[in-house]
């Protein structure tokens, strides 16, 4: 039969009549950018993750951009990253004129290795940013003890664990900014490109909204050069809706994850959760030998998986002149040789996981 990587159809189908009228009124006001659609976003998902300030954006970039930027980071200045992540993680930083400095992972939980980002501390390192990937918190306590003692600002990147929490508290709200992205396939997704930014700091926050307009106040008097970093009225009436649902969504995606742990038990390097974490599975992510050739069968038999992600940042074409070597990240330079990550999305059925499953274990064996 086959299981698509990822079916966002059969969710549409469930709040069509809902999205459908939402945006004829967005038409119908032919208010398109900003305004009363993304304030009220704004404020529920304020509301939801519990934090002072949400600022809608322009999408998880320029999030991670729109924060920096509010830190002044630019030339000459450090930011650590880990090298196991999305592009744009590295990228924001780059294109300030700052200096990504990578840092290593943990093989188990994916995310930031704080003693490895410790040792990349230098007298240049302003800022940085941990990832929360495929879904559950990183190491905040760690990473945030690392920043106090470095006077560092924290930007967690949490394009991909939007609702996910660490000791009962959400993702993207333990530092000086919280950086989302609602890109159509994120686990909160819009119709589109989106993205936000949270902070407790009144300060900072303000920042961000000054600097996605232009740095623009009042109009056509601009205080500092920013960037075009605004949310649409669409996104945020979509995303609002969505938002509703986001539990329900992140408790199936569970249910998933807990049924191919079943199956896999004792067989396969299942994701483990770490301590504290709740994890929304925004991948269902194993570490498999000879990943390639099993993700070549799967796809003989038209079961979706993806690879997240091929090349380590550090080994990147556009960083060479860094220096970065094979060798300098055996943690990260692994994991992108074993990684596969499986279908999870919301409407999967049983069948489906278990056709998943066969396909894999047969894969492997
Ligand atoms: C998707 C993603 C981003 C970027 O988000 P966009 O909305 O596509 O710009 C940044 N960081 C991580 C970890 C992501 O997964």
């Given at each position: ?26 038409f ?15 404020k ?10 949400a ?6 970039s ?8 509010a ?64 879904g ?81 106040r ?28 986001l ?11 807990e ?59 556009c ?29 999967m ?17």
């Amino acid at each position: 039969m086959g299981v698509p990587f990822l079916d966002l159809k059969a969710q549409f189908a469930t709040i069509k009549d809902e999205v459908l009228s939402a945006v004829g009124r967005v038409f119908d006001d032919q208010a398109f950018v900003l305004g009363k659609y993304v304030e009220d976003f704004e404020k529920d998902a304020a509301a939801y993750l519990g934090v002072k300030h949400a600022v809608g954006v322009s999408n998880g970039s320029d999030a991670l951009l729109l924060s920096l930027m509010a830190a002044d980071i630019g030339p000459g200045d450090e930011v650590i990253v880990p090298s196991f992540t999305f592009f744009a993680t590295a990228g924001a930083v780059a294109r300030l004129g700052a200096t990504p400095v990578f840092c290593d992972v943990e093989e188990d939980s994916f995310n930031i290795d704080v003693a490895s980002a410790k040792s990349k501390v230098t007298d240049k390192t302003k800022a940085i940013i941990p990832v929360d990937l495929y879904g559950q918190c990183a190491d905040m306590e760690g990473v945030m003890n690392l920043a106090r003692e470095h006077d560092l600002v924290v930007v967690e990147d949490t394009a991909q664990a939007f609702g996910a929490t660490r000791n009962g508290k959400q993702a993207g709200t333990f530092s000086h900014f919280g950086t989302y992205s609602f890109y159509p396939t994120k686990n909160l997704g819009g119709a589109g490109d989106g993205g936000m930014v949270v902070s407790n700091d009144d300060a900072l926050a303000d920042k961000i909204r000054l600097l996605r307009v232009h740095g623009e106040r009042p109009r056509y008097h601009n205080k500092v050069v920013g960037i075009c970093g605004r949310l649409d009225s669409l996104q945020a009436v979509v995303l609002q809706i969505k938002l509703k649902k986001l539990d329900e969504w992140n408790k199936h995606r569970a249910e998933i994850a807990e049924q191919y742990n079943a199956r896999f038990e004792g067989k396969l390097k299942t994701p483990p959760v770490s301590a504290g974490n709740s994890h929304i599975y925004h991948q269902y992510t194993l570490r498999v030998e000879n990943r390639d050739a099993v993700a070549t069968q799967l796809a003989e038999k038209a079961i979706g998986c993806g690879v997240y992600y091929p090349v380590p940042l550090h080994l990147q074409e556009c960083f060479a002149s860094q220096g970065g070597k094979k060798g300098d990240l055996p943690v990260s330079e692994k994991l992108c040789e074993t990684a596969l990550s499986l279908p999870v999305f919301d409407q999967m059925t049983d069948a489906q996981v278990n056709e998943v499953a066969d396909a894999l274990l047969k894969a492997v064996a």
